[in-house]
């Protein structure tokens, strides 16, 4: 399958590893990953404070990188849900049937990572080997926004060697929000401060997620306070074979 790695700009910037993981996957999988080099953020900062009219370039770069694709993979349910929810939006705000029909035509094959490994391509068992305690923290985008289900819970499941335990309040925010944790500060410590609390409970070594920007906030906290409990994002644990298996 052509399948084109949608990184995103925060991946690209601070955790590179994912995308590395991701790509290491499908390839072991039989498939060929592709990285548009003109590819850049797909917006959602933006829209989240307000600059709808201003994002429509980014809509447009995004169909220009992507629309040849056969499948568009990313390993950010925040930013895919960008995509399936407001690009269509976007796209009748500017005015351009034109951009409307590209959009159209193109969220379809917009997958995040563990969607499209369970859903698509009907795998729930990549040989991965992670004899760690984990625990995984459900994004709110994940859940709300892409409905992306157990998929990520199925994958870690046949992880072989690892412990993965339930995690207290695993439906509730983490107060990252993008600049949710910065407009509204002390709201978002508060919704930190429970879910840290809830993932020390579990005795993780790991807390695990489809999401980076969460595992950030969650990451941060986690190590202001000397927890010892890593974050680690959903592809690289998945990526880790026997040979490799560390934290």
Known sequence: MNISLFITCFNDTLYPETGKAVVSILERLGHTVHFPLEQTCCGQMHYNTGYHEEINPLVERFADQFESAEAVVSPSASCVGMIHEFYPKLAA?????????????????????????????????VGAYYPHRVTYHSTCHSLRSLKIGDAPLRLLRNVKGIDLVDLPGALECCGFGGTFALKNADTSAAMLGDKIRHIKNTGAEVCTSADNSCLMHIGGALNRQRSGVKTVHMAEILNTTEEGAQV
Do not use: C, W
Not at 103 to 109: E, F, G, R, S, V
């Open 93 to 125: 705000l500017s005015g351009s049937k034109v951009l409307q029909d590209r959009i159209d035509a193109l969220i379809p094959k917009v997958h995040e990572f563990t969607m499209f490994l369970v859903n698509e391509l009907k795998v729930e068992d």
